[in-house]
Nanobody, 119 residues
Framework: QVQLVESGGGLVQAGESLRLSCAGPGSGSIYAMGWYRQAPGKQRELVARIGSTGTTDYADSVKGRFTISRANAKNTVYLQMNSLKPEDTAVYYC??????????????WGQGTQVTVSS
């Protein structure tokens, strides 16, 4: 069982930044990784994802503000979130896909980290 551990969430004011981290045995190797979020009363939605070769994909709502990256030597994936808005408030989940492409199925999820943005 792969364990993905997120960290870096917290409470910030609108316009500020946070960086989330996701560490796990698979995140530094051949698998695509992603970040999803779920706000209260809403469905879980894609935020950003990154393939094993570094290709990236973002939700329209975060383009230009969020950046996903990976440090394979540290088996870690990051989500840099800038210019945060109250509507970014959610629990953020890291995930690992079944192959190097993020068009494959999601095999594993982290436990989630809360991000709260106050206005």
């Amino acid at each position: 069982q792969v364990q993905l551990v997120e960290s870096g969430g917290g409470l910030v004011q609108a316009g500020e930044s946070l960086r989330l981290s996701c560490a796990g045995p698979g995140s530094g190797s051949i698998y695509a990784m992603g970040w999803y979020r779920q706000a209260p009363g809403k469905q879980r939605e894609l935020v950003a994802r990154i393939g094993s070769t570094g290709t990236t994909d973002y939700a329209d709502s975060v383009k230009g503000r969020f950046t996903i990256s990976r440090a394979n030597a540290k088996n870690t994936v990051y989500l840099q979130m800038n210019s945060l808005k109250p509507e970014d408030t959610a629990v953020y989940y890291c995930c690992q896909y079944s192959s190097g492409t993020y068009y494959s199925r999601i095999d594993y999820w982290g436990q989630g980290t809360q991000v709260t943005v106050s206005s």
